[in-house]
């Protein structure tokens, strides 16, 4: 019995994970804009596409969060841009919002610094792909867009 109730505890989960996550086909875009959060894979994948060439800069935004105060000893924006210059990222390719204390900010205080005329990645865990998604297409109309997150191992 435990075994078939664990197979349905993990298939509940993928479907509920699989319907957070967007990651869109990459083309070459202006920024990066990376939300801050505990999870710092979002300042190493934000580098890649740096360091790959696809997005031009990357604009770090994030004070400190629930999960964040307390654990990070700078804000989320210099947390991330820390990461991506150990990475290999240019410091001059790095921008901070550091004011930013949830997803309806980063987007905000985003587009206040970037403006209208611009294309932009936003990067953030896969599991905030969804309100990411959403805010943006509320809050930030009239932009080339695409979302790109971390990829995860697959749960089995």
């Not at 801050?36 to 790959?52: F, H, I, M, N, P």
């Not at 969060?65 to 654990?71: A, D, E, V």
């Amino acid at each position: 019995m435990g075994t078939c109730s664990n197979r349905l505890v993990t298939h509940a989960a993928m479907v509920l994970w699989d319907f957070h996550r967007i990651r869109s086909e990459l083309g070459p875009a202006d920024w990066a804009v990376a939300l801050g959060s505990y999870d710092t894979t979002v300042a190493t994948e934000a580098a890649k596409l740096r360091l790959q060439g696809t997005v031009e800069k990357i604009l770090f935004t994030g004070h400190f969060g629930n999960w964040t105060r307390g654990t990070f000893d700078n804000t989320e924006a210099e947390t991330f841009a820390a990461i991506a210059v150990a990475e290999g990222v240019q410091s001059d390719d790095v921008f901070l919002e550091k004011d930013a204390t949830n997803i309806g900010e980063n987007i905000d205080f985003s587009k206040r610094i970037l403006g209208n005329s611009v294309s932009v990645v936003f990067v953030a865990k896969p599991q905030t792909m969804k309100r990411c998604f959403a805010t943006v297409m509320k809050k930030w109309t009239g932009i080339d867009v695409q979302f790109w997150h971390p990829v995860r191992h697959q749960m089995v």
